[in-house]
C-alpha cells in the first residue's frame, strides 16, 4: 500500500496556534492536589501564628487544627468542582496566579457559611480572613509555579499526532488540530485505509502507516475514517504495545455551538449532542444572580466616581453626558448601550464607523475615561435590566453585525451568551482596531461562549481589575 508522507509542523507554539485548555494528567492531579492540601493548612497555621502574634495573643494555636483540616477540604472540594484539577485555561503564569484568587474567593463562601453555622468548630474571623491572604499568596504562587513547569514540560515533550487517512481529509483533520500550542503533526495519506485487512496486531504493526507512525514517535495515532469493528481489536492491541492512544476525526463532527459525548444503546455507538452549559436554563440563572449581585454592590461604589465623570464631561462639552446607541445582545436581540459620551456630538455625521488609534473625534475627558474603562460605567445599568452581563463578548452594532455575520460564519454564536461589559477577548486580546481584527475577537469570544462557568467569569474579573489598574484594558 502507497503512503505518501506529509510535512511536520515543528515549531512550538505552532504559528497558528490558538490559546485553549490544556487537560491534566492522573499524576499532574495528584501533585496539584497534595500542594493544595499542604499550602491551604499551613495557610491556615500561619494565620493562627499571625493572629496570636500580633492581634489575640491568647488564641491557642491547638485550636486552629480542626478549622484548617475543614478549611483545606472544603477548599479542594469547590477547587474540584470547578474543575481546578481538571484542566487550566490560563494563557500564562500571571492568568494562573488569577484564577487562584478567583477560586480561592469563590471557596471562601461556603467555608464561612459553616463557621457561622457552626462556630464551635472554627476559630476567629481575623484568623479566618488572613488565612485567605496567606493562601491566596501561597496557593496563587504554587499555581504560577506550576504553569510554568507545565510549559517548560510540554516545551520538551510535545505531543506527536500523526493524523493518518484519505489526502481530501487529512489537511481539514490537522486544521482542526492547530488550536493545540504544544503539538506537532505528522500527516500519513492512505487513501482506502479499510484495504488494510489485517487479522492480526502483528499485520497491523506490519502496515507502512503504522510503522512511519511508531518510527516518528508518535503518542496519538488519529485516523479520519472509523475504522472497520473487525479491524478496531487488531489496532488498538497493536499500539497498545507501544503506548499509543488511538482516535478518530471523521470532518463533519467538529465541536461548535455544542457539546458532544459518546452513548452505547446495545450494540450501537451514539455520539449525543446537547446544547453548551452557558444555554441551560439553570447555568443562565446562576450567571444572572451573579450579574445582578455585582452590578448592584458596583453600582454603589462607584457612584462617586460616576457623577465626577459626569460633571467633566458636562463643563468640557455639555450634555448629553450618557451616550446611547443600538446594539445586538442575546439571542440577536437589539438593546440601547449606555456609555459616558466620549466622543464630540458631531462624531458621527459622516455615518458609523469604528473607533481607531488616535482617533480625532475623542474629547479630552474622553481620553481619559476610555484610557480607565470609565466610561464603561454605565452599562452596569444595562446588566441590571438583564440587557447585558458582567462578563461576556462585546456588543456590536446591528450594521456591523450583519456585515460580519456574512462574512464570518460562527459570528452568530457570539449571541447564543449575554453581551458582557468586560470578556475573555478584551482582557486576552485587543479591542478590535479594524475589519482584520474581527476573526482573532471572534475565536476568543468562541472560546469564551465553548467554555463558560461562573468560575472563568470570576477570573476574567480579576484580569479586568489587574489590567484596568495598569492601564492595558482601554
Known amino acids: ?6 510535512h511536520e509542523f515543528a515549531a ?3 504559528a497558528d496556534a490558538r490559546p485553549g485548555v490544556h487537560s491534566f494528567s492522573r499524576a499532574w492531579v495528584a ?3 497534595g500542594s493544595d492540601v499542604v499550602l491551604f493548612l499551613a495557610a491556615t497555621y500561619l494565620a493562627g501564628l499571625f493572629v496570636k502574634t500580633f492581634w489575640e495573643p491568647s488564641l491557642l494555636i491547638r485550636h486552629v487544627a480542626v478549622p484548617a483540616t475543614l478549611t483545606a477540604t472544603f477548599t479542594v472540594l469547590v477547587f474540584w468542582q470547578l474543575g481546578l484539577y481538571r484542566r487550566s485555561f490560563a494563557m500564562s503564569v500571571r492568568d494562573e496566579f488569577y484564577h ?20 464551635a468548630i472554627s476559630t476567629s474571623r481575623v484568623v479566618a480572613l488572613f488565612a485567605l491572604m496567606f493562601a491566596i499568596a501561597l496557593v496563587g504562587s504554587a499555581r504560577a509555579i506550576a504553569h510554568r513547569v507545565r510549559d517548560a514540560v510540554m516545551l520538551a515533550r510535545p505531543r506527536r499526532i500523526a493524523v493518518v487517512g484519505h ?3 487529512l489537511e481539514f483533520a490537522e486544521d482542526a488540530m492547530r488550536s493545540l500550542p504544544n503539538a506537532r503533526v505528522f500527516r500519513l495519506s492512505v487513501p482506502n485505509i479499510d484495504a488494510v485487512g489485517a487479522l492480526t496486531p502483528e499485520a497491523v504493526a506490519a502496515q507502512p502507516w503504522f510503522q512511519h507512525a511508531a518510527a516518528w514517535g ?6 479520519t475514517e472509523i475504522l472497520a469493528p473487525s479491524l478496531m481489536p487488531q489496532v488498538l492491541s497493536a499500539a497498545q504495545r507501544i503506548g499509543m492512544t488511538i482516535a478518530f476525526a471523521p470532518p463533519r463532527i467538529r465541536v461548535h455551538a455544542y457539546d458532544l459525548h459518546m452513548e452505547t444503546i446495545g450494540k450501537q455507538a451514539l455520539i449525543v449532542a446537547k446544547p453548551l452549559r452557558a444555554t441551560e436554563p439553570g447555568a443562565r440563572l446562576g450567571k444572572r444572580f451573579f450579574d445582578f449581585t455585582v452590578s448592584a454592590v458596583a ?15 458636562s463643563l468640557e462639552d455639555g450634555e448629553p453626558v450618557l451616550y446611547r446607541q443600538e446594539r445586538v445582545g442575546r439571542d440577536g436581540k437589539t438593546f440601547q448601550i449606555l456609555k459616558f459620551r466620549s466622543m464630540r456630538l458631531d462624531a458621527e455625521k459622516d455615518g458609523a464607523r469604528l473607533a481607531t488609534v488616535g482617533d480625532g473625534r475623542v474629547t479630552g475627558v474622553g481620553k481619559f475615561i476610555r484610557r480607565t474603562s470609565l466610561d464603561e460605567l454605565p452599562q452596569l445599568i444595562n446588566v441590571l435590566r438583564g440587557e447585558m452581563s458582567i462578563v461576556g463578548p462585546r456588543p456590536e452594532r446591528p450594521v456591523f453585525v450583519q456585515q460580519f455575520e456574512e462574512k464570518y460564519p460562527r459570528y452568530a454564536e457570539r449571541h447564543l451568551v449575554a453581551p458582557g461589559i468586560t470578556g475573555w477577548s478584551q482582557v486576552y486580546g485587543k479591542r478590535v482596531l479594524g475589519f482584520d ?3 482573532d475577537k471572534l475565536r476568543g469570544d468562541l472560546f469564551y461562549v465553548e467554555n463558560w462557568s461562573l468560575f472563568m467569569d470570576v477570573a476574567v474579573c480579576m484580569k479586568t481589575a489587574a489590567e484596568v489598574l495598569f492601564h492595558k484594558a482601554a
Open 1 to 6: 500500500m502507497a503512503v505518501a508522507l506529509e
Open 100 to 119: 487562584a484568587v478567583a477560586a480561592l474567593a469563590l471557596a471562601s463562601a461556603p467555608v464561612l457559611v459553616v463557621f457561622s453555622i457552626f462556630p
Open 218 to 223: 508518535c503518542d496519538t495515532l488519529v485516523f
Open 167 to 169: 489526502p481530501s481529509r
Open 299 to 313: 453600582l454603589v461604589l462607584f457612584a462617586p466616581v460616576m457623577a465626577l465623570v459626569a460633571l467633566a464631561i
Open 437 to 439: 481584527d474581527v476573526p
Open 12 to 14: 512550538l507554539p505552532h
Open 31 to 33: 501533585a496539584l492536589v
